[in-house]
C-alpha cells in the first residue's frame, strides 16, 4: 500500500487514539495539579489500573500521563543502552547562585515581565540546568527527574546525529555531495535517491511529508508508529520500521530550494552512518562520543522492532550529561582532556547555514536562524545554537556568554514555537546575568 493510501486509511484509527485528533480538547491542567509525583502514575504493587502507564493502551503520549512517561520512556518502548564507558566521570563543579530565580524578561510579542523560575513552571518544565564556564549555577528538578534520571530528549537526538555525520564527512567516510542513493541503495525508488547528503543533512530536501504535530493525518503520526514511537492502534497495517517507511516517502519540489523540517531526514541519516560504519547508529554515538564524554550515566535509545535506533527522537538521558555534551560542543568539540570532536566540525556547525532558505519556512520566533547540520543557529550577536525538541527539550550554547543551557519538559503542546516567546528572551535574559558577574555565591 503507498504512503498515501496508508496515511488515510489509517486516520480513522488514530482518531479513536490519543496521537494528536483534531478534536476539541478541554484546556490542561496547570503545571501544579499535573505533579506526576502528586497524581500518583505508577505508584504500587502492582500500580491501580486507573494509575498504570502503559505503551499498548495508547495512554503513553497522553497528557497529565507524559509528565510520568516522558522520564520513563525508556521502559514503556523497546531501547538501547548508549554506555558512558569505564573512564572516570568528568566533574562539572557546582557554583549554585542565587540571583537566576529572580532574573526577569519580556515574552516575545509583549506581555508581563516574567521570572526565570516562573517560566520553569509554565512551559511545564521536568529539569533544567545552567553551565557557566563549565560550573554549575543553576538545577531545578520537578516531579519524578533527579540528577541520576533519563529523559527522552526528541530531536534533540538529531543534533547527536547531524554531529556524527559530519564527524564521518571530516574522517572522509562520507561524501556530503553524493546522492543518498549511491550509499543507500533500497531508497533509490524513495524522495530521497537524488537528494545529496548535504541537503538531507540541512534538511532542504522536497518531500511529500508533513511534520504537523496536531494532525492526525499528518505523515509524522504515521512515521512515530512505524519507529515505535508511538503505540499502534488496533488494525494497524502500516510500515513495521523506520526503513520500511523512509522508502515510501515520495518527493514533492525539488531539493536544495528551501529548509523544511521534517524528522524522516534525520532517520536517512541514521541510515546512512549505520551503513558506512556497519554499527547501529546508538552504537556510533557510544563509541564516538558517549564514551568519550565522561559522563555519569548509560543513555538509551529507542530502538524499531528492526533494531534499528531512531535517531529522529528516540535519545534519553540525564540532565547533567546533556550538559556535558553542550559544553563539550561551546568548547569546539574539546572535552575530559581530549578533542571528541573535530574543531573544525563544531566550527562549521556554529557557523549555520542559509538564513534566506531557513527564512522560507516562516518561523516566524526565530528571524534570521539557519539550521545546518541538525542544529538551530541563531546567529545573533552572541552566536547562539541550540539542539531542540518537541515538548520543551533544549540544549541551549551560547558561547559569547560561555553558558549551555539544558531542560527537560513535557509540555502539553508539541511544538517549540508555543513557547519559544517565553524561552528564548529567558536563555538571552540569563546570558546577560552571567555575563554581568552579579549574584555570586553558592546556595
Known amino acids: ?13 488514530m482518531t479513536a487514539g490519543t496521537v494528536g485528533a483534531q478534536t476539541a480538547q478541554p484546556a490542561p491542567p496547570p503545571p501544579e495539579a499535573s505533579d506526576p509525583v502528586d497524581l500518583g502514575w505508577m505508584v504500587g504493587s502492582p500500580p491501580p489500573p486507573d494509575k498504570i502507564i502503559a505503551y499498548d493502551n495508547l495512554n503513553v503520549r497522553a497528557f497529565p500521563q507524559a509528565r510520568w512517561a516522558f522520564a520513563n520512556y525508556r521502559e514503556l518502548a523497546p531501547s538501547s543502552r548508549i554506555g558512558r564507558g569505564s573512564g572516570p566521570v568528568a ?58 534520571q533519563p529523559h527522552i530528549a526528541f530531536s534533540v537526538t538529531k543534533s547527536f546525529v547531524g554531529t556524527m555525520a559530519e564527524m564521518l564527512i571530516a574522517e572522509g567516510k ?7 542513493d549511491s550509499y543507500i541503495v533500497e531508497l533509490a525508488g524513495s524522495a530521497f535517491a537524488d537528494a545529496t547528503v548535504r541537503q538531507v543533512l540541512d534538511m532542504t530536501t522536497g518531500l511529500d511529508y508533513s511534520e504537523d504535530y496536531t494532525d492526525p493525518r499528518a505523515h509524522v503520526a504515521a512515521y512515530a ?55 547501529r547508529v546508538h552504537d556510533v554515538l557510544t563509541d564516538k562520543i558517549w564514551s568519550r564524554l565522561g559522563a555519569e550515566n548509560d543513555a538509551y535509545m529507542i530502538i524499531d522492532r528492526a533494531g534499528m535506533g531512531v535517531g529522529g527522537a528516540g535519545l534519553n538521558a540525564t540532565l547533567r550529561d546533556m550538559a556535558r555534551f553542550g559544553e563539550m560542543m561551546r568548547l569546539g568539540g574539546r572535552f575530559n582532556g581530549q578533542q571528541i570532536v573535530p574543531a573544525s566540525v563544531v566550527n562549521a556547525i556554529a557557523d549555520g547555514a542559509s538564513r534566506d532558505d531557513f527564512a522560507k519556512a516562516g518561523y516566524k520566533m526565530l528571524p534570521g536562524w539557519s539550521y545546518k547540520s ?21 540544549i541551549y550554547i551560547d558561547p559569547k556568554a560561555e553558558m549551555v543551557i539544558v531542560r527537560f519538559a513535557s509540555n502539553p503542546v508539541a511544538a517549540n514555537s508555543h513557547f519559544d516567546p517565553i524561552s528564548l528572551p529567558a536563555y538571552q535574559a540569563v546570558a546577560e546575568q552571567l555575563m554581568r558577574g552579579k549574584g555570586k555565591g553558592a546556595k
Open 1 to 13: 500500500m503507498r504512503f498515501r493510501a496508508f496515511c488515510a486509511a489509517l486516520a480513522v484509527a
Open 91 to 148: 566533574k562539572l563543579p557546582l557554583a549554585l547562585r542565587r540571583d537566576i530565580d529572580s532574573v526577569t524578561f519580556a515574552p516575545l510579542g509583549g506581555g508581563a515581565p516574567m521570572r526565570w523560575d516562573a517560566a520553569f513552571d509554565a512551559v511545564y518544565g521536568d529539569a533544567i540546568l545552567v553551565l557557566h564556564r563549565g560550573k554549575i549555577v543553576y538545577e531545578r528538578y520537578a516531579g519524578v527527574m533527579n540528577a541520576d
Open 174 to 180: 562520507i561524501d556530503p555531495a553524493k546522492r543518498v
Open 225 to 279: 508508529m512505524a519507529a515505535g514511537l508511538r503505540p499502534r492502534p488496533s488494525g494497524y497495517v502500516g510500515p513495521q520500521s523506520t526503513t520500511e517507511f523512509l522508502v515510501t516517502v515520495a518527493k514533492k519540489g525539488e531539493h536544495g530550494s528551501a529548509f523544511a523540517y521534517k524528522t524522516v531526514n534525520t532517520e536517512v541519516l541514521a541510515w546512512l552512518i549505520a551503513r558506512v560504519t556497519g554499527k
Open 374 to 394: 541538525q542544529w538551530w543557529v541563531s546567529h545573533n550577536a552572541h552566536g547562539a545554537f541550540a539542539a531542540r525538541g518537541i515538548h520543551g527539550q533544549t
